[in-house]
């Protein structure tokens, strides 16, 4: 049974920062294609971040230079480190992974985790 366990929800102040951790049981994230999505209110899941099993990267363009995605895989953990966050930037942030290739699709990713919420002011 697979279930990704988000942390680091939290309330910031515009141009602060939030770590979001992802910590899947029954799964290696060094071993599957991992990314964190987003959705507000109203608007459909947005995919933010992706990870392949080579550690390469990719962001959607309004978070470039500003959010890190990255995996320990001794800890068995996905993080999303997130800089110089905007009011756009609210929304409940949701942790993806899948056993195929690495997508910007959410239809492409598995195992989802609950969701933590992300709220910037």
């Known amino acids: 049974h697979v279930q990704l366990v988000e942390s680091g929800r939290g309330s910031v102040q515009t141009g602060g920062s939030l770590r979001l951790s992802c910590a899947p049981s029954?799964?290696?994230?060094?071993?599957?294609?991992m990314a964190w999505f987003r959705q507000s209110p109203g608007k459909e899941p947005e995919a933010v971040a992706a990870i392949r099993r080579d550690d390469l990267t990719a962001y959607t363009d309004s978070v470039k230079g500003r959010f890190t995605i990255s995996q320990d895989s001794a800890k068995n953990t996905l993080y999303l480190q997130m800089s110089s966050l905007k009011p756009e930037d609210t929304a409940i942030y949701y942790c993806a992974a899948t056993d195929g290739l690495t997508s910007y699709k959410a239809s492409a990713y598995v195992y989802w985790g609950q969701g933590t919420q992300v709220t910037v002011s």
């Open positions: 029954g799964l290696s994230v060094s071993d599957s294609s």
